[in-house]
């Protein structure tokens, strides 16, 4: 069975352009998260969808991140445009229904320069 | 405020020897989860464990333990004879929301390094 697929694993841009980071969950998981994690910080939740829905966005840090899961399959998060505090690792992770357990994909390491 | 404290940023140990990572947790929830996960230097976060907050048996699953007091808020793993693989971040995690579950609240992790 295949794992949490994140791409690109690394991304380096400048200041002002845009990024997008995509994230295949596990085939089945209806529920998806992305977390981020930036130097020398907690990892943080960002946000949490339900197949297409978005369950809880509440850690989102402002409108120039945009999190989308059309029909319900993988995620793309994009940062438009990007700042230099946007840098850190990117996670998504998935699971089924309440089972307890998370499945983490390796991380999209963003640069900002 | 800090939910998940991991005071530990680091310990170095030898291979065999016992190592406890140490996890304060902060809460004002009765119901509540806790976690633990492995960072191995691939990147991904490997589960380890779940405690719902109304279970304070401990735990034994091979060389790993953990042991979980209320009283004290915490929630500890102890790596028994450790090994060179067992070289990772550890992190402790919390989660007060039954309806989002996967939403974690993390500690800063433990880097743990093991020699031969």
Same mark, same amino acid.
């Given at each position: 069975?295949?794992?949490?697929t994140?791409?690109?694993s690394?991304?380096?841009?400048e200041?002002?352009?845009?990024?997008?980071?995509?994230?295949?969950? +596990?085939?089945?998981?209806? $529920?998806l *998260?992305?977390?981020?994690?930036?130097?020398g910080?907690?990892?943080k939740?960002?946000?949490h969808f339900?197949? %297409?829905?978005?369950q809880?966005?509440?850690?989102?840090p402002n $409108?120039?991140?945009?999190? %989308?899961?059309?029909?319900?399959? *993988?995620?793309?998060?994009?940062v438009? /445009?990007?700042?230099?505090?946007?840098s850190?690792?990117y996670?998504? #992770?998935s699971?089924?229904?309440?089972?307890?357990?998370l499945?983490?994909g390796s991380?999209?390491?963003?640069?900002v320069? | #405020?800090?939910?998940?404290?991991q005071?530990?940023?680091? +310990?170095?140990?030898? %291979?065999?020897?016992?190592?406890t &990572?140490?996890c304060?947790y902060e809460?004002?929830?009765?119901? @509540? @989860?806790l976690?633990? @996960?492995?960072?191995? /230097?691939?990147?991904? &976060?490997?589960?380890?464990?779940?405690? $719902?907050?109304?279970?304070e048996?401990?735990?034994?699953? !091979?060389r790993?333990?953990w042991n979980?007091?209320?009283?004290t808020?915490?929630?500890?793993?102890? +790596?028994t #004879?450790?090994?060179? =693989?067992?070289s990772?971040?550890y992190?402790?995690a919390?989660?007060?929301?039954f309806?989002?579950?996967?939403?974690?609240q993390?500690? #800063? !992790?433990?880097q743990?390094? =093991?020699?031969?």
């Amino acid at each position: 069975e295949a794992g949490v697929t994140q791409f690109p694993s690394h991304s380096v841009i400048e200041k002002g352009q845009t990024v997008t980071l995509r994230c295949d969950p +596990i085939s089945g998981h209806d $529920n998806l *998260y992305w977390y981020r994690r930036v130097m020398g910080k907690e990892i943080k939740f960002l946000l949490h969808f339900v197949k %297409e829905s978005k369950q809880d966005e509440s850690g989102m840090p402002n $409108n120039r991140f945009l999190a %989308e899961r059309t029909g319900g399959t *993988y995620s793309t998060l994009k940062v438009q /445009p990007a700042e230099l505090e946007d840098s850190g690792v990117y996670f998504c #992770a998935s699971s089924q229904a309440f089972t307890g357990r998370l499945f983490f994909g390796s991380g999209t390491q963003l640069s900002v320069l | #405020a800090q939910k998940v404290t991991q005071a530990q940023t680091e +310990i170095s140990v030898v %291979e065999k020897e016992d190592v406890t &990572l140490d996890c304060v947790y902060e809460t004002r929830d009765t119901t @509540y @989860y806790l976690f633990w @996960y492995k960072q191995p /230097p691939s990147g991904e &976060l490997v589960f380890l464990i779940r405690r $719902n907050s109304f279970d304070e048996q401990n735990e034994i699953s !091979g060389r790993y333990s953990w042991n979980f007091q209320k009283s004290t808020s915490s929630f500890n793993f102890t +790596i028994t #004879a450790s090994q060179v =693989v067992d070289s990772a971040v550890y992190f402790c995690a919390l989660s007060e929301e039954f309806d989002s579950w996967g939403k974690l609240q993390f500690g #800063a !992790g433990t880097q743990v390094v =093991v020699t031969p």
